[in-house]
């Protein structure tokens, strides 16, 4: 019983010390790390990357990537200037790249650094697809999701720290050990992680559609992600997203809250 008062007091008071608010749900965050640390590590760790991949440099796919890119980050600016964050972007330092490499991924680290591989344009089919998976990506970086994973593991670590400063009998401490690992992991990180996804849906589908390009592409998008993975994915439980016919139905239900999103700020036809 005390261990698990002592827990809770822990948790709450690193809950409490360091919060942000997600300007897009107007939720509590964690903040453990400050961006403030964190962007300057991010632009290092990208830098590094880039010197260590073949970047594609004066093609049309490149000069799409940077076109999309940068119509999502005004897109962003518009939303969050509209809802009462001025200057919310002013420690974003805007990148983008396209790394000749066959994984089908793409990225935005914190602070605005961001990377489309070769390998998933195919997937995109062409610039509205590629918008699809850039208001994603970059979603994710303006929730500071990023962030807030790295401070859920340090009070994950945290946690099973004191546990086993607080178990004094081996096996009991065992016990807690093998338990909290799997329960921790199934039963708070992937739960986490997938929310994470779900939200950067909602967000990156709004901010293409502010952008001018038509959400109603995102659900497509996501059948031929489907259809590469060759249904291959774990269960959606064991997983750090969530289901591709999860992820489908609820791009399809939210594309027409994204187009009366963007009716708001004078955008009433799509790419």
Known sequence: ??????????????????????????????ALVPNSQLFPTAFAQYDQFLTEHKVVTGTKDAAMITRVGQRIAVAAERWLNANGYQGYLKDYKWEYNLVNDETVNAWCMPGGKIVFYTGILPIAKGETGVAAIMGHEVAHALANHGQQRMSAAYVQQGIAVAGNVAIKDEKSRNAFNQYYGVGSQVGVMLPFSRSHETEADKIGLYLMAIAGYNPDEASELWKRMKANSGGGAPPEILSTHPSNDSRIANLKALAPKAKAEAEKFGVTSFK
Request: overall charge positive.
């Open 1 to 30: 019983m005390k261990l698990k008062k002592g827990l809770f007091v822990f948790g709450t008071i690193m809950f409490i010390l360091s919060c942000a608010t997600n300007p897009f749900t107007g939720k509590k965050t964690m």
